[in-house]
């Protein structure tokens, strides 16, 4: 008889987890957190290097000789670039979430590391910003089903106010690197290599550690929310199909879209701090281009704080529409204030205060928002909660690109204050190099028609001879001899008009802008009526029921782990908030 032998198994390959990324079991405890750190760590890296080029707007506008509305409008293409990036979650389940946040995550460093620094022109610049959107939109499609597979199960407002903090820490990365770095390296390509190389750094972590559910453990998850969709769905006598036939037309309601317009209004002023304001703080304010990010600082860390302090405060009271409408006019009376520094010299501190209020403020209106408004959609339809999110999340996205062209519309000072500023202050270096020069710029800006007649006709004997007898043949003979100060001349009286205009328009245009802000934060009051929930706090319910749960489905599908027997998977009601939008949005 012959003995049967076990063949040795291969032992797995350590390449293997490169691509092949699912857990065999639920994690828990320090693992999950793990996961999580490495999931939430590459989506602010995301952010961080998607958000650098407002921090560098002027030196890019510079570089690239490309006006301030050119500039806009290539930020919003490549915003509306990204949501190709976006058509890949189609084969997310095919490819694995990690892998695809894994792919996207490299190729948004590669760009940012790689090719970046290397532009030189608006053109180039376009192209490049384009195709990293689309790795930036395949990483932020994938990147919130991992957190909601990884995150702990608290209540509703506090999820949200832990996926909301990822664009906030990004923006905050970058006031806080461009504000101690630009001083001692003003390049701009400098910002985008710091970026790369730590990009670089969370893409290995990434690449060698990122792992996902497996799809047993997935399908349990979304099983138990389907579960608890359906029941809700029968005690209204509906059924699956039912409840899903002609979806936009069951969720394009009054109740979901104002709301939607709603907040995305009340952020307009967030989307300029994204992209302008260190714009506006050098061009306006003549801060410094490190003074400018460094105010930002303000604004970011505040933001993060209070997200997550108000995420928890609306859990504990289960309140959110008093917050939001506190919030919002709080940020209206913050913004007036802000605006009406416009046409002073504020100090930093001014500055800095008014940005923290801000902040404030945005952690109290937009956590609670984002918790009622999922709670309105499920309201309306369970079946269709993602529809309602993606409502919301491409009515966010046309107010951003029309506030992102619109700036610079209404702006329209920026662009010869970026332009001309630098030459003319080049220009006016040069006659600082001696006194014969300093006498020259000050007789040709007291006589400038005199100049303007001498360059027209300098040969003209009427013409000299009223130069000599109002300026002075010294000066006459200076300016002859020298062709770099004649030069400087002629850009100085071209340039200084335009410049010096757009320099007394600028404070007006900026106020006109941030009223257009404070109107938005204020239009959310009336549109936030139509949410649901209650105004008055409600009893608190169990926080940890879900990440129980989800304990005891680990224990059905793996018997052998924990000896405790099966047990039925029930989440409670905030669980159903885990699928979140695109945060490109």
């Known amino acids: 008889m012959t003995a049967v032998t076990a063949s040795p198994t291969a032992s797995p390959s350590p390449l293997r987890g490169l691509w092949q990324r699912e857990l065999p079991e639920y994690p ?14 590459a989506t602010v890296m995301v952010y961080y290097q998607n958000f650098l080029a407002g921090a560098v707007t002027l030196q890019l506008l510079g570089d690239f000789d490309v006006t301030f509305l050119y500039f806009a409008s290539v930020t919003a293409l490549s915003n509306a670039v990204g949501a190709i990036g976006s058509l890949a979650s189609g084969v997310a389940d095919k490819v694995g979430r990690g892998n695809m946040a894994v792919v996207g995550l490299i190729g948004v460093t590669l760009v940012t590391l ?30 919130p089903a991992l957190v909601r597979d990884f995150s702990p199960q608290v209540g509703r407002a506090q999820a949200m106010a832990f996926w909301t903090m990822t664009p906030v820490l990004g923006s905050l990365l970058v006031a806080m690197v461009s504000s101690n770095t630009l001083d001692s390296h003003p390049d701009w390509q400098f910002q985008f290599k710091v970026a790369g190389w730590v ?21 349990r998850i979304v099983g138990a929310l389907e579960a608890k969709t359906a029941a809700a769905l029968n005690s ?6 039912e409840a899903t036939r002609h979806p936009y037309r069951q969720m394009v309601r009054l109740d979901i879209v104002g709301p939607a317009v709603g907040i995305s209004v009340f952020l307009l002023m967030y989307f300029t701090a994204v992209g302008a304001l260190p714009v506006y703080f050098q061009t306006n304010l003549n ?112 107010f951003l690109a029309g506030a992102i062209v619109t700036i610079p519309l209404i702006v329209s000072a920026v662009t010869p204050i970026v332009d001309d500023g630098p030459s003319v202050g080049q220009a006016r270096a040069y006659f600082a190099k001696s006194q014969p020069l300093q006498l020259l710029l000050a007789q040709a800006q007291a006589h400038p028609k005199v100049f303007s007649d001498l360059g027209a006709s300098p040969k ?36 200084v008009p335009g410049l010096l205009k ?13 009223w257009i802000c404070t109107i938005g934060a204020l239009a959310l009051c009336p549109l936030t009526l139509l949410l649901r929930g209650s105004w008055r706090p409600q009893p608190t319910d169990d926080a940890h029921a879900t990440e129980h749960a989800l304990e005891l489905a680990n224990r059905s599908a793996h018997p052998d782990a924990h000896p405790v027997g099966a047990a039925p998977l029930h989440l409670p009601e905030h669980a159903a908030v885990r699928q979140q939008p695109d945060a490109r949005a």
């Open 114 to 143: 790689l090719w970046v620094p290397n532009v030189t022109t608006g053109f180039q610049y376009a192209i490049v910003l384009s195709v990293g959107g689309i790795f930036e939109g395949i990483i932020l499609v994938v990147t």
């Open 502 to 514: 757009a320099r007394a328009d600028s404070p007006g245009q900026w106020q006109a802008w941030f």
């Open 287 to 398: 801060f410094t281009a490190s003074e400018s990010n460094s105010l930002l600082n303000w604004l970011w860390a505040t933001a993060a704080v209070s997200m997550l302090v108000f995420g928890v405060l609306s859990d504990k009271l289960r309140v959110r529409k008093p917050l939001i409408v506190a919030g919002a006019l709080v940020t209206v009376a913050v913004d007036i204030v802000f605006l009406s520094k416009a046409d002073s010299s504020p100090t930093f501190s001014t500055i800095a205060i008014l940005l923290a209020l801000m902040g404030l403020c945005l952690g109290a209106v937009w956590v609670p928002w984002m918790a009622a408004f999922t709670e309105t959609v499920e309201h309306r339809n369970p079946a269709l909660s993602a529809t309602g999110l993606a409502i919301w999340g491409w009515t966010l996205r046309l």
């Open 199 to 219: 990009g670089v750094v969370v893409s290995v972590l990434a690449l060698l550690f990122l792992r996902e559910l497996n799809s047993a453990d997935r399908d």
């Open 236 to 241: 209204r006598g509906l059924s699956h199909e």
């Open 28 to 41: 828990t405890g320090a693992r999950r957190i793990f996961y999580l750190a490495i999931v939430f760590t």
């Open 460 to 495: 003209d004997p009427a013409v000299r001879q009223k130069a000599i007898e109002t300026v002075g043949a010294p000066t006459l003979a200076t300016l002859a001899g020298d062709p770099i100060a004649q030069r400087n001349l002629a850009l100085i009286a071209e340039k």
